[in-house]
C-alpha cells in the first residue's frame, strides 16, 4: 500500500512535512497529453501523492490540468496534499535565468 513507501521529513519557516520519496515521473517519449493526464489521475487514485515533472519532458502543464481535474473531482481537497519536484536545465543554471525559468515551470 502506499502507507508503506518511505518517505522524507521536510523543514520550512512553515514547519515540517512528511513527502513520500517515490512517486510518479511524467516523462514519455513520445509525450501523449491525454495518456499522461490519465496516468496521473489514476496514480492519485492508488495513493500517490508525488509527481516529478520537468521543463523538458514538456509535461508541466498536462500534470497541472490533472490536479485541477483532481481537486474537482475531490479526489484531493488541497493543492497541498500533493508534492511536485521538478528540475532546472543546465541551460538555465545562470543566476539571470533561475528565476525565468522557475516562473514558467510554475505557469
Keep these: 500500500t502506499m502507507t508503506e513507501i518511505p518517505e522524507v521529513t521536510l523543514r ?5 512535512r512528511t513527502m513520500p520519496v517515490i512517486g510518479l515521473g ?3 517519449d513520445p509525450f501523449n497529453a491525454t495518456a499522461m493526464k490519465s496516468a496521473i489521475l489514476e496514480a ?9 515533472t520537468a521543463s523538458l519532458y514538456g509535461s508541466e502543464t498536462t500534470l497541472g490540468e490533472a490536479i485541477a481535474e483532481a481537486l474537482s ?3 484531493i481537497t488541497s493543492r497541498h ?3 511536485v519536484t521538478s528540475k532546472l536545465w543546465c ?17
Design 12 to 16: 520550512s519557516s512553515s514547519g515540517r
Design 26 to 28: 511524467t516523462a514519455a
Design 44 to 52: 492519485i487514485k492508488l495513493g500517490y501523492r508525488h509527481f516529478d
Design 73 to 75: 473531482l475531490g479526489l
Design 81 to 83: 496534499d500533493l508534492f
Design 91 to 107: 541551460t538555465d543554471a545562470h543566476s539571470h535565468l533561475v528565476l525565468p525559468a522557475l516562473k514558467n515551470s510554475l505557469k
